[in-house]
């Protein structure tokens, strides 16, 4: 067809079903523009977005450093190959070592292929230091993203079946539990990674005194403590990283999502004595492009300038507050989260009912599990905005619980 023949948001609807590859149900409409903590879709209507991007959008929609960003440097450099040093890569990378415990960066594209980074760096490590050890350690009900390695390093059930066979050497033990995670080990294990909240799993956070035990742990064994830092890092749970809150700092730690601030952009972070990849071991096309560098860094500058962490922090607890006086009326439980990284559970399986509904009302909001319901907006969002989102919440939750 014709794209100049798709006029109406239906045939556009229609064009969709049959052009795009099925991946996952999506609404019959089309987001069309977005503006700080709202977005619009094609028939006009708008929706106040507490889902941001997917915990990506984290000053919110178009904001003004990314469209200066974009246009100054797609004037100057658009790409030069990853062969080549760009300026904006080496500030970046710069910005982010400066402002964390690491020394060495190595950027991609998206989460999945940054834990893959992470993955390799692992086992490359294992097999110079370890004897060839290349087991990894994750926790079950983790999200480390889609490709294969990743897939099989996620805790999730209903994967375990799928794409057969896996990528072997991944172990999933029980979150906060020592003692299942020290059986765990053994002279084949390279490395343990962790969410410090598991985001997509539903907003479940490590306690202090586990990860200081895992810490412990890895020094003793010289095992690689990695930090899927993906949904956590960039000031959404109160600090710029999530490791700030535990007192221990991780080997390695992966980012994406609110890096970019909606760009597609990664980044794989370690240490010195970790610099350890040979050449052509590690690498991509898009490593160090030089538009998502410029991005990466007017988004990240922002985020500090801006103490975004900060606001994150004293929304997040804002809205922990106000969850907490709706307990008892709608009977909601383990109200969790750091920062703007939030849950609750329900007390029936209705999540995607009651997402479906509050997004009728204009309020997007998602639900990882069948009765769990996980807010995650823009680091922007402001106490009207909460309460706009809760006087939704609140009207669907009188209407369908
Ligand atoms: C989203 C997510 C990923 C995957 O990131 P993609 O950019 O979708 O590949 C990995 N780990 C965590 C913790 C995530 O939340």
């Known amino acids: ?89 080496i500030q970046f990378a710069k910005l982010l070592t400066e402002s964390s415990c ?71 033990v029980p979150l906060n539990d020592i003692a299942a995670l020290s059986k765990a080990i053994n002279p084949n294990t390279c490395a343990i990674m962790l969410e410090p909240i598991q985001g997509e799993g539903g907003v479940f956070e490590v306690e202090e005194n586990y990860i200081k035990a895992v810490r412990k742990i890895c020094e003793e064994q010289s095992i690689l403590l990695i930090f899927d830092e993906v949904q956590t890092g960039i000031g959404r749970t109160g600090t710029l990283f999530a490791y700030e809150h535990y007192g221990i700092k991780p080997d390695i730690m992966t980012l994406a999502k609110g890096i970019g601030g909606g760009f597609p952009l990664s980044a794989l972070l370690t240490k010195e004595k970790f610099n350890i990849f040979e050449a052509g071991d590690q690498g991509g096309t898009y490593s160090g492009q030089p538009l998502a560098m410029a991005v990466g860094m007017a988004v990240v500058k922002e985020v500090i300038a801006k103490d975004l962490a900060t606001n994150a922090q004293v929304q997040g607890n804002y809205i922990l507050k106000k969850l907490n006086k709706l ?34 009302e204009g309020l997007i909001i998602n639900s990882p599990q069948p009765s769990t319901i996980r807010l995650m907006p823009p680091l922007i969002v402001s106490a009207t905005e909460i309460d706009d989102m809760l006087q939704i919440i609140s009207t669907v939750l009188k209407r369908v619980l």
Request: net charge neutral.
């Open 327 to 360: 307990k008892t009326e709608f009977n909601l439980k383990d109200i969790r989260g750091k920062g703007l990284l939030i849950a609750f559970d329900l007390p029936t399986a209705k999540g995607s009912e009651i997402a479906f509904e509050c997004f009728k």
């Open 102 to 172: 690491f020394d060495r960066v190595f950027f991609g594209s998206s989460g999945a292929e940054a834990n893959e980074g992470a993955i390799k760096l692992a086992r490359k490590y294992g097999s110079l230091y370890r004897n060839g050890a290349y087991e990894i350690i994750t926790t079950i009900n983790s999200f480390h993203g889609r490709t294969l390695a990743t897939m099989s390093a996620t805790g999730k059930k209903k994967w375990e079946s799928l794409f057969e066979p896996k990528v072997s050497g991944f172990k999933h």
């Open 1 to 89: 067809m014709d794209n100049d023949l798709i006029t109406s948001t239906k045939e556009f609807l229609n064009e969709g079903e049959q052009s795009i590859l099925f991946t996952t149900a999506r609404p019959d409409v089309i987001m069309e523009r977005g503006d700080g903590m709202f977005l619009w879709d094609t028939n006009g209507k708008q929706y106040l977005d507490f889902i941001g991007g997917w915990a990506v959008t984290c000053l919110g929609h178009c904001p003004l450093v990314i469209t200066k960003a974009l246009e100054q440097q797609s004037r100057e450099l658009v790409n030069a190959s990853p062969s080549f040093y760009n300026k904006p890569m």
